[in-house]
């Protein structure tokens, strides 16, 4: 399921804020490798800070994503005791504006990803709020990804293999480039650009679980550009809205009937992310 929505995504100042993410982000991709390495923290499975080029790959596939990208995380500024739970987000010296532009952004994309799920609750028929208590001061992230020029003839037409997102949903603002494509009901890949005021929400796989497969889990990829357009870099900045680890990701009881047995064993939501993570290569 994929579904474009006219939403307030990065509020009043979406194109202010558009070109500031826009500027950090090609800022910091374009310092120097072994800069940038500084703030890559293996030990946070790529969770907060940078990952460097080709870590990545799709789950059950060996090759990996042609991208780096830098994530930015949760800051619980209220007495949640979650907040033990989280590191601390990592701060770019070479680029200060950085980390307050992406606090800005998510917060933005926090409000609009709540208010999706309280239509999401209503459509599930659940209470409106069934959400709220896992996602205020949950576990989303904001990914800034860079796809670098490609400067050779490409192994493959790929740049990011096909997959689910791990999450809830995924909110996406349109990218600098296209190549985005999710697969169709009836087998066909199909381009993805979401216009200025719009955004992309993709069901992720914990919203699979959790209906027992009533809202199917996005299948996307991100292809190579035309020739002519290889030598330009390709940013998204995506928001994976995650919930608190200890949500239950146990199917709902009425998505559960004679037709539609159980298909997923119980497991909280840090289960299944920590499982995710090891899937595609970036925790141990």
Known sequence: VVVLVIVETLGGDEGDLDAEIAHHDAAFFGMPGDVKKQYEKPELAGQRGYTSFGKEHAKGSDAPDLKEFFQYGQ??????PVAVEYPANVTVNEVPQLTPTLYRAYRHFEKSGRALLKAIAIYLGLDEDYFEPYVVNGNSIVRAIHYPPITQEPKSAIRA?????????????GASAEGLQILSKQGDWVG????????????????????????KSTTHRVVNPPREKWGSSRFSIPFFLHPKSSMSLACLDNCIDADHPKAYPDATAGEYLDERLREIGLKK
């Open 75 to 80: 800051t619980v500024e209220d007495d949640d």
């Open 161 to 173: 293999e096909q997959h689910e997102d791990i999450n809830l949903i995924t909110l996406l603002v």
């Open 192 to 215: 993805v650009t979401a216009l200025p005021g719009q955004i992309v929400v993709n069901v992720g796989d914990m919203l699979q679980r959790l209906t027992n497969n009533r809202l």
